[in-house]
């Protein structure tokens, strides 16, 4: 009697171990799945259409299962902006459950696993600006004419008539803006708040590491101000959105990339600045957050 409870025991123990590891194996399969699942068709939406959301969540799950085969509800809407996906266990028969291996001698001879992923799209309020770089809203063309966005004192900069009370003119172009440090050039940035500048038309030394040719082709974020306040050193801006751009080069004193080589607009003569287009963009870069304007540029995250 002692050795048939003995193995009473160690069938459960076995079963605990070796099916409840496969459940928890299944399961994350499923939650990658849903999670890329939901992150892909807000994507879509985000772009301006949806496309076939069921298509698009069984392609995204099925990938993501290593037997290539999972159940997924038809997903749903919670909102305008966001898309829920569920997805569940199927196993090489078809069934909609998994088969145990020792589970059965206690009782237990399949069980269902699911995992559900909310992803939500919407313009950037705020997060991290991959340069810490603002520029004024009269430079904003989203026609996708290449352009030469150049810092303050160039000469090339147009000036921009600010909308506050005080009817201050905006310095054309962009600024540096502080909160870069030695070592790190991406800092955090929100909407409808003050950011002292950095002056002077070098980039930030943290920033050399960003500014390389690798950049050349990338779209990053880059805040908007709506109005200054200050002069030099004392100035700051005031952000009022995101805007995503298309680098194609830059000029800054000692940091030149595809500027004289690159066909289009070039920063020539006491121009520093970058070139490049405004563009449409839906970006998975985490740490944004979503109620911002719409100048172009979205962010797509999980939300659960």
């Not at 030695?182 to 960003?210: L, M, N």
């Not at 805040?223 to 959105?241: E, F, H, I, N, W």
């Amino acid at each position: 009697m002692l050795i048939a409870l003995s193995l009473v025991v160690l069938l459960g123990i076995v079963a605990l171990v070796v099916d409840a590891g496969a459940l928890y194996a299944e399961r994350a399969e499923l939650q990658n799945g849903s999670d890329a699942a939901a992150l892909a068709i807000a994507q879509n939406c985000a772009a301006g259409s949806c496309g076939t959301p069921s298509t698009t969540a069984q392609s995204f799950v099925n990938s993501n299962a290593k037997d290539n085969a999972a159940n997924v509800d038809t997903p749903t809407f919670p909102t305008a902006t966001s898309v829920r996906v569920r997805a569940t266990t199927r196993d090489a028969g078809g069934a909609g459950s998994l088969a145990l291996s020792f589970a059965p001698l206690l009782g237990f001879d399949r069980e269902t696993v699911s995992a559900t992923s909310t992803a939500a799209w919407g313009s950037p309020a705020g997060g991290p600006a991959v340069l810490p770089l603002a520029f004024a809203p009269c430079v904003f063309n989203l026609s996708g004419v290449r352009q030469v966005i150049e810092t303050h004192g160039s000469s090339g900069a147009p000036t921009c008539t600010s909308t506050s009370p005080s009817g201050a003119t905006l310095p054309g172009g962009f600024s540096w803006l502080a909160g870069s440090t030695s070592t790190t050039c991406s800092v955090e940035y929100s909407i409808s708040t003050w950011v002292p500048s950095s002056p002077g038309a070098s980039a930030p030394s943290a920033c050399s590491s960003v500014l390389v040719p690798s950049l050349v082709g990338e779209t990053v974020l880059l805040p908007v101000y709506g109005d200054k306040t200050g002069t030099g050193s004392g100035a700051s801006y005031r952000l009022t959105g995101w805007a995503a751009f298309k680098i194609y080069g830059w000029r800054f004193p000692g940091n030149e990339v595809n500027n004289n080589t690159a066909a289009g607009p070039k920063c020539v003569g006491s121009c520093n600045g970058i070139i490049g287009e405004f563009v449409r963009f839906a970006s998975l870069e985490e740490g944004f957050t979503l109620g911002g304007p719409n100048l172009g540029a979205t962010v797509v995250s999980l939300t659960e």
